[in-house]
């Protein structure tokens, strides 16, 4: 093999700074541009040593075409010598069952089947071959539907994954550059009859969006790089400087000052609550996810925000704090916890509530309330209430009058199917002549109204991970 690399070609092990032994898995579909990065990447692997894999996903998704895809890359591993790993997946089952679309599951597949390669065989780098039109139609895609600065930076040539780095050799390269050098080289590749189909959106700017721009202005391709990297840079600068204002602050890891935040501008307040979650374990956050927490620093009032996976952010107008369900359970509601009934939001971080009581106006409709998510919840309606009206933790002994009998509470918890852990947290709404209201199980004779037109209380628990049916 001594034709020389493409001058648009870069060396995965040069994109992310390894040794040049270091092994690279190729993410191989048979289509053109990975059948040209599978010869450029056997030159350089026979130039420098270091092994090469391959892996082939076939989706189930086009029949027999996916099948004819699969035994041509079969043959190029046994042409060049390399070993070939190949998953089955029913793509269109999984993406009915996840509810997302078929693209972005067959993309699930492939990431997460390339993760499991690379740490069952020790393979740091996983090399896909991405290129200058794929990047354009990202940036043009996350532009129509609202992105960020990095939304707008585009495909990274190089980015941490698995524990090593995903490297994109033909980033530099048109899709015009590519079957080009495969005519030259008469490299022979499979076609994807669903990159015809015009009912994905990607195809739609491929066919009817490129061609424009290309009438614009010359290899619009290579322009979007070059913006691309420029807004790379200006957003790592950006997420380096929230890094620091991030590390200034002295806080318990779970909790972020509202003073210190509101302190930032908007750009970095913005960055350091992505990388405060992060460092937290908190993924996937959408733009809705991050314009609820912002809110929540501006409001300075006591509310929550919900996140992906039913994990919750709760403010007490000093501090965010993160509810991570899946961490640890809330345990019981210390003895000494006893909270004033005030109009309004209240949240008691130790026993895992939150309250809110609202006046109800004439008509019966509730005045100000918050649109929330539920877990475990639940409201009560009522004319007047008592000053002394507070909550707090459940005693050994106490007692509700229902139906002109003094009842044991822990009896009727007993009896209303409330699991131990649950049972620890709930607090119980008194006055200075006892309990009121002891929730999920009911309140003191003469209290409660179905037709209130006063005030409507609600309590709400976050979750920690138990199952609760109320009764």
Known sequence: MNVSLPADFSSPHALASFPADT????????????????????????????????????HGIRGDEAARDEQFCRTLAATYGCTLFVLHADVPALAEQRGESLELTARHVRYEYFSSLMHEHGIPLLATAHHADDNLETVLLRLSRGTSTAGLAGIAPVRPFAGGCLVRPLLQMTRADIISLCDCMELSYMTDSTNADDTFARNRIRHGVTPVL???????????????????????LLYQLAQTALDALTCEPQALSLTALREQPLPLRRRMLLLWLRQNGVEAVEQCHLDALLHLVESNRQAYADLPKSRRIGADGHSLRLIMPDAAHYGALPPDVQLPLTLGEQICHSGGFRTELRQIDPQGAVKQQNVYKPFIHETITFDTIDATAHWRARREGDVLLMGGIHRKIRKLQNAAHIPAALR??????????????????????????GDADGFCLTLEFFPDGENFDGR
């Open 214 to 236: 290309e009438q614009v202005a010359h290899l619009p391709q290579r322009q979007a790089l070059r913006s691309c990297a420029l807004l790379r840079e200006d957003d790592e």
């Open 424 to 449: 620890a947290r709930i607090p119980l709404l008194c006055d200075s002549h006892g309990v009121l209201w002891a929730p999920f199980v009911g309140t003191r004779d003469g209290f409660s109204r």
């Open 23 to 58: 092994p690279v898995l190729l993410a191989l579909s048979g289509g053109a541009d990975s059948r040209l990065l599978l010869e450029l990447l056997a030159r350089d692997a026979d130039k420098h040593g270091y092994a090469l894999y391959l892996a082939h996903v076939n």
